[in-house]
């Protein structure tokens, strides 16, 4: 299948960059009650006395610590964060690599936008405004739950109508009642590959000691050509390789030597905190430190038991908070990133994608020991995780229905090539009519293309079976994200290579026994498996149109999602009066402003827009 596994051969088994390395930047203390970096503007407000220490990170603050419910407790600060985010475009822009993109599309002019530092328990607002050019747009905090706040999700043509552009803004608002690593981004079609895209750092307690927070540190791949060429490249040739994966918004390129690597000092003798967030559109990545173990603290945003590994597989959307002891030879290692599953999962025309960590106090350059791949996750994230708030479900009673059983496939049959259909539907949200529309108007007629998959009663458990169809003309690992919720993995079928011929199906008697229903991992994304299935659970404890997708910018962009549509009626009646306000002011500034857009809708409306001619084009 050369259309997925990409043009270029991959080779892993060499690790270093071959091309100078600037000087290590100077060491950046930060405080963690006051959680500010150089680069961010963030307001810092100040927080309530915690009783947080280097020694005791599982305390917070009275009455709440790493054991509290936070699905249930939330700390009341009344601290707002107030942020500002304006959009552009800016066009022939220097890439971090020194490439010149056509186009970008950033926030508060950086290719990743500010931080949102919160404290567990603020509230968090932001203003968006919207001054690209035809885009519209929306942003979703993910992994956000957004309890009681659906219109606050920013996933368009579900929740709200797009922000109109030249000048459109919406105010978003919710509270920080989970505490971790997360990210945003654009959900208006493939803009957030163009830069619509930041991370958000919420400080809470933690299930191990550590001294120093180094902060988030996202990853990303990079590509030299528009989201949107890219889009309409892949809808008939698959995804291509990235031309760079940036750390922390930054790379060198490979050929050139153009640019600088990510450069993380570490103190020596001190345990680290890191915040590993995977912002790609389409690259998943297998990370690891040389010499160095991480233990894994967190999963998406959910604190875990400590977990230490040698290596780390991220899927698209997915984070890891981690510490990292800083206990060999002080100098400077490479941290590298390694693609696995024979490229089922993505790979960089960047042979060896790394970035430095470095002993304070160390001479600074090159790494010298190039490190070894580690071994190959194929494409499949971690199943043993073990949450610190505990929940559990029965499972032996699991019965496959149609009405629990969400069937993915390829369809090949039309024009563009690669359509993703769930349940024989791709999606294809309508703009200027959201779901919530439907919801507030209690019209339940909703076209067929909005994948609407209705959930009532109330604080119960729902599972879902998540399956890839073993019909298909071929299959792929997808990272499945749910909004609203974090759902518990109750098993998946048996880890295989991608590329494997064996095909799985849910067969009882084979895999009631294999389910883990006892405090399972949970989380906002994890992989449904290629030629396998995913059995998924949550509580139907929040009313709202909730997307469930495919995370892959390419693959939601061609149908892969569908959207819960849980207790509507409560919904309809919980929706404050301000919120349906400004729902109805976006969608009326929307519709007036769509009749004049220059440009057609080509996808599922949850990811791309804005056509450019290019040679990409000709070619497809
Ligand atoms: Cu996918």
């Not at 700390?75 to 056509?102: A, H, I």
């Not at 505490?179 to 830069?195: D, L, P, V």
């Not at 060198?252 to 003798?269: Q, S």
């Amino acid at each position: 299948m050369k259309y997925f596994f990409g043009a270029v051969a991959l080779v892993v088994g060499i690790l270093a960059p071959s091309v100078a390395a600037a000087p290590p930047s100077a060491p950046v203390e930060r405080s963690l009650l006051v959680p500010i970096t150089e680069r961010e503007e963030a307001a810092v407000l100040p927080r309530l006395t915690s009783c947080n220490t280097p020694s005791n990170r599982a305390c917070w603050t009275t009455g709440f610590d790493i054991n509290t419910d936070y699905e249930t407790n939330t700390p009341n600060t009344g601290v707002v964060r107030p942020y500002t985010f304006t959009l552009t475009e800016v066009d022939n822009w220097t890439g971090p690599d020194g490439v010149v993109k056509s186009k970008v599309m950033l926030i508060n002019n950086k290719i990743i936008g500010p931080t949102i530092f919160a404290d567990w328990g603020d509230t968090i607002q932001v203003t968006v405004i919207n001054k690209l050019v035809t885009n519209g747009t929306s942003i979703h905090w993910h992994g956000i739950r957004q309890r009681n706040s659906n219109l606050h999700d920013g996933a368009n043509g579900i929740t709200e109508c797009p922000i109109p552009p030249n000048g459109g803004q919406r105010v978003y608002r919710f509270r920080a009642q989970q505490y971790g690593s997360s990210w945003y981004h654009s959900h208006f079609t493939a803009q957030y590959g163009n830069g619509v895209v930041g991370t958000i750092q919420i400080n809470g307690p933690a299930s191990l000691p550590y001294d120093i927070d180094l902060g988030v540190f996202p990853l990303m791949d990079y590509y030299h050509r528009t989201a949107d060429d890219l889009v309409l490249y892949t809808q008939n040739n698959g995804p291509p390789f990235s031309d760079n994966v940036l750390f922390n918004g930054t790379a060198k390129h490979p050929v050139t030597g153009v640019g600088e690597y990510a450069n993380v000092t570490l103190t020596p003798g001190k345990r680290h905190r890191l915040r590993l967030i995977n912002t790609s559109v389409e690259n998943h990545f297998q990370v690891s430190l040389v010499g160095h173990t991480m233990t894994i603290i967190s999963a998406d945003l959910v604190p875990v038991q400590a977990q230490t590994v040698d290596s780390l597989f991220l899927a698209v959307g997915q984070r890891y908070d981690v510490t990292i002891d800083a206990s060999k030879t002080p100098g400077n290692y490479w941290f590298n990133v390694t693609f696995g599953g024979s490229n089922a999962c993505g790979g960089s025309l960047h042979p060896s994608p790394a970035a430095i960590f470095h002993y304070a106090g160390a001479p600074g350059g090159l790494p010298t020991d190039k490190g070894v791949a580690p071994v190959d996750h194929n494409c499949l994230d971690l199943p043993n995780l073990t949450p610190v708030v505990s929940r559990s479900v029965p499972v032996s009673g699991f019965v496959k229905k149609p009405s629990n059983t969400l069937q993915v496939t390829i369809d090949l049959s039309g024009t563009p090539l690669f359509v993703w259909t769930v349940n024989g539907s791709a999606i294809n949200v309508d703009w200027g009519k959201p779901v919530v529309d439907y919801v507030l108007t209690q019209n339940t007629s909703f076209p067929t293309a909005n994948n609407i998959v209705q959930v009532d009663g109330t604080d119960q458990w729902t599972y879902w079976l998540i399956e890839n169809n073993p019909n298909a003309p071929f299959s792929l690992p997808h990272p499945m994200h749910l909004h609203g919720h974090d759902f518990l993995v109750l098993g998946r079928s048996p880890d295989v290579a991608p590329g494997s011929n064996q095909k799985f199906t849910f067969d009882p008697a084979v895999d009631l026994p294999r389910l883990h229903g006892t405090n399972p991992v949970r989380r906002d994304v994890t992989i449904l498996p290629a030629n396998g299935w995913l059995l998924l659970a949550f509580k139907t404890d929040n009313p709202g149109a909730w997307l469930f997708h495919c995370h892959i910018a390419w693959h939601v962009s061609g149908g892969l999602s569908v959207a819960f549509l849980e207790r509507a009626a409560e919904l309809r009646t919980q929706i404050p009066q301000a919120d349906k306000d400004d729902f109805n002011r976006v969608c009326g500034a929307w519709r007036s402003y769509f009749p004049t857009d220059p440009f057609p809708k080509v996808d599922s409306g949850l990811r791309h827009r804005w056509v450019e001619e290019s040679e990409w084009l000709v070619k497809a």
